[in-house]
């Protein structure tokens, strides 16, 4: 009967892995709103549903670049040559790099995406059912890697149990020990397939009527809407993906220290 312990520990995953998965989906079922009809997305709303805050702080850097109203670097600096923001989010650009007037990219972008302006789009995107509350998408992932961990917690628990010497057969009616194993492993596979078909793809910005909007727009080369989409990687500009690139270091450096 050495095998039992294991038995309760098996159970005792199972119990609290998809416990967790049914309160996450239950509370993402909730927070749930039905988009807005006809809503069309803005150029905003398109970089924040598809790669969050630093996206809408990387489209207003591009396209204060491309009108000439900030000079970007291939090293990574910015410098203002109108000093006059045309909406909310350049403002918060401007404010981002500060009255020197000039700045490196990394702080610009840390600072624009952390500003109030992209927290209210967050806040109508949410609204409008097109994004996904905060720590929705990200709680239903966590609470589903933990069934698939307790999945393997329990086929390793019933190997070690059946491995275990004399301990082939079950002392209750001679129920061999796999069987039962096999019901705390039968209850996290099904919670899995259910996951799998009933919870919605979530991402960590749009919701799937977001997904549905993103999906819906027209591929448009090297555009402000391309650079929205699938980042500052689809400009045309060699010389504004070189200053990316130094950003992303002079982040990652930010993140050492």
């Known amino acids: 009967m050495f095998w039992v312990p ?36 803005t150029l905003y709303e398109t970089a924040f549903l598809s790669g969050g805050p630093s996206r809408v702080a990387d489209v207003t850097l591009v ?98 149990a059946v491995l275990m010497p004399a301990q082939g057969a079950g002392a209750a009616g001679q129920v061999p020990i796999a069987i039962w194993f096999a019901l705390p492993l039968l209850l996290c596979v099904g919670c899995l397939l259910i996951a799998r078909v009933e919870v919605h793809p979530y991402t960590r910005w749009a919701s799937p009527a977001g997904q549905r909007l993103l999906g819906a727009l027209p591929g448009r080369g090297a555009d402000l809407t391309a650079v929205a989409v699938r980042g500052v990687r689809a400009t045309g500009d060699p010389a504004l993906r070189a200053a990316f690139a130094d950003r992303a270091r002079g982040e990652g450096a930010q993140r050492d220290r």
């Open 63 to 160: 396209a204060m670049a491309r009108t000439r109203r900030l000079l970007i670097a291939h090293t990574g600096w910015a410098t203002v040559v109108d000093p006059v923001g045309r909406d909310d989010m350049e403002r918060s650009v401007l404010g981002a790099i500060g009255p020197a007037g000039q700045s490196r990219i990394a702080p610009i972008r840390l600072g624009a995406a952390a500003a109030d302006p992209v927290r209210a789009l967050a806040d109508r995107l949410v609204t409008a059912g097109l994004a996904v509350p905060e720590g929705v998408g990200s709680g239903v992932a966590a609470a589903v890697r933990q069934v698939r961990a307790a999945t393997a917690a329990v086929l390793a628990l019933g190997a070690v």
């Open 6 to 41: 294991l038995l309760l520990l098996a159970w005792a995953a199972t119990g609290l892995s998809c416990g967790r998965l049914c309160l996450a989906t239950s509370r993402a079922a909730h927070q749930e709103r039905p988009p807005a009809p006809g809503h069309e997305l």
